[in-house]
């Protein structure tokens, strides 16, 4: 197997005193896409705000394409290619739709190729182009959703994190963005998904986490077996306390 | 009130608005970018003022007022970008960054306003009027001087605004002020747009430095009192509002010119203080603040 993209190894972080990651350990390999799941307040977010740089890790190390690239500034990384689209959509309130795309840009490697990432964003979603000039803070959920997700493309990332794209929107929404999510996933570019809903994630990623507790719990490699949604939920809902220990099966308890 | 006063208090407020437009403007990006209030400020303008008059003055090296106002602009963006790598930067991740900076730039402005005594000396200094003569405006004989002081902020902010709103860089310093976190995720270089946002309200306080060098005169300690009105401006305009804090500028500039007709020099102060005071009390995020 070729070496990882993204390597994450025994990862442990925290804000102030409270530990959050209590010895997280991914990969992604290139053109793959993860899902993450798990409760809230479990270490989700946390984990792709390590990766992003915008928290730096207690202990542990983050490799990508070999180097290692913890400790970094989000600046450095976002040149390198990792972009983070936050939860919640908080862009630019005061600023236009396409100021905010061209925010998206503002990285060198990113910036030479704007107008080819403007074409993208407003092909993917032709409601930010109607809505070029007007500013973010006026727009409906659903839209800034839209827009935050099209400054994360206008990086031009090498892995796109999307932390809950598609939280508190209505169904109709939701399906438009899911629906843009797998065409952008579709171009191959390596994806981490944190999301809620697990048939979507089960359709879209190559591989399920549980981060429960700022551990993975249980990986899930859904491409050798039968998907087992009915387990995965009850393991999910149910609490892992009931979960037969041979379910863990090919996934690590750290 | 006779049509004279109603005049004079007119030509009076749109000069200070100006004026008063210029240093506040400097002040709010700071605040609005960095969160934090920088007392140097009013040693900047003070710096300004005295490299604009050694650039200027005959018995200094004589070139000039406009060449003067150039390199003054160009010294204090470097000395703001300098001083918030000492003041600010090594404290900026700190939580209680905004109380540390209180300190620090209070420091800063006691070192520049010292050092300003000892380099140039105690004595009242002036700064040549970059032009001579009068012309006729709102029906009075108005010196030309005070025209290009009333033209001056409208025409600087402009140029403001367009790098603002116009410019990669400017848009960036608009990012970072709007949502800090999100725009370290777009890859803006945060520590720098700090420092740059710090060295061009530098640069906008040595003009109002200059202004006040030409309308005024230059002392050690020039910058002190319209540092406290630039702080009144930037509380009743409100955070992150270009526009607000301009229309603040001219509000607070008329309510002085009419309080100085018909309350004194006396009783001003008091009225602006009060006005900070109903500001905060009332409509804590300014006329035009957000959120």
């Not at chain 1, 905010?100 to 990432?117: E, F, P, S, T, V």
């Not at chain 2, 008063?20 to 007392?39: C, D, E, K, Q």
Request: proline residues 4%; aromatic residues 8%; contains cysteine.
């Amino acid at each position: 197997m070729a070496p990882p993209l993204l390597e994450v190894k025994d990862l442990h972080v925290g804000y102030g005193e409270v530990q959050v990651l209590r010895g997280v350990s991914i990969d992604l390999q290139d053109k793959e896409r993860i899902g993450l799941f798990g409760p809230n307040g479990h270490g989700k977010t946390t984990l792709l705000k390590t990766i992003s740089g915008l928290l730096r890790p207690w202990k542990g190390e983050i490799r990508f394409a070999g180097k290692v690239i913890s400790g970094k500034s989000p600046r450095e990384l976002v040149e390198v290619g990792i972009i983070q689209v936050p939860q919640g959509n908080t862009l630019f309130p005061r600023m236009s739709v396409m100021e905010n795309l061209l925010i998206g840009a503002y990285a060198d490697r990113a910036w030479k190729k704007r107008r080819q990432g403007l074409e993208r964003v407003f092909e993917l979603f032709p409601r930010l182009a109607e809505r070029k000039s007007q500013l973010c803070r006026t727009l409906s959920g659903g839209e800034r959703q839209m827009l935050a997700m099209g400054v994360g493309l206008m990086g031009h990332g090498q892995v796109l994190m999307l932390d809950e794209p598609t939280l508190g929107l209505a169904p109709k929404i939701k399906d438009e963005l899911r629906e843009a999510i797998q065409q952008i996933a579709a171009t191959g570019v390596p994806m981490i998904l944190v999301e809620q809903d697990l048939e979507f994630l089960l359709a879209l990623t190559d591989r399920l986490l549980l981060v429960q507790e700022g551990r993975i719990v249980l990986e899930k490699t859904h491409a050798s077996s039968e998907i087992e949604h009915a387990r995965i939920l009850e393991m999910y809902f149910g609490g892992l306390d009931q979960a037969e220990p041979d379910l863990a099966l090919g996934g690590k308890i750290t | 009130m006779t049509v004279q006063s109603l005049e004079a208090i007119l030509l009076t407020g749109l000069v200070l608005g100006s004026l008063y437009a210029l240093i506040s403007t400097g002040l709010s990006m700071v605040w609005g970018t960095l969160r934090i209030f920088n007392f140097a400020y009013g040693s900047f303008m003070t710096v300004g003022a005295y490299v604009a008059w050694t650039i200027a003055d005959k018995s200094a090296l004589g070139a000039g007022i406009w060449l003067g106002v150039v390199i003054a602009i160009a010294v204090l963006i470097a000395l703001g970008m300098l001083s918030e790598r000492i003041l600010i930067a090594p404290f900026i991740k700190r939580r209680d960054v905004a109380l540390i900076a209180i300190i620090t730039t209070l420091a800063a402005s006691l070192f520049f306003e010292n050092g300003a005594q000892i380099l140039w000396g105690p004595r009242l200094k002036q700064l040549p009027a970059m032009v001579q003569g009068n012309v006729r405006f709102l029906g009075t004989m108005v010196d030309l001087q005070d025209v290009i002081v009333m033209i001056s902020a409208p025409i600087v902010l402009g140029l403001v605004a367009l790098f603002l709103y116009r410019t990669r860089l400017g848009r960036a310093i608009r990012a970072v002020e709007q949502n800090r976190d999100s725009a370290l995720l777009a890859g803006v270089n945060v520590p720098l747009i700090y420092s740059l946002t710090f060295g061009f309200s530098a640069g906008l306080a040595s003009v109002a430095g200059v202004i006040l060098g030409i309308t005024r005169f230059i002392t050690p300690t020039m910058g002190d009192a319209p540092l406290l009105e630039a702080f009144i401006v930037v509380i009743l305009g409100g955070l992150g509002s270009l526009g607000g804090t301009m229309v603040a500028a001219y509000i607070i500039a008329l309510i002085e010119a009419t309080c100085m007709t018909f309350l004194g020099l006396y009783w001003t102060p008091v009225v602006l203080f009060a006005i900070m005071i109903l500001t905060l009390v009332f409509k804590p995020t300014g006329l035009f603040g957000k959120e």
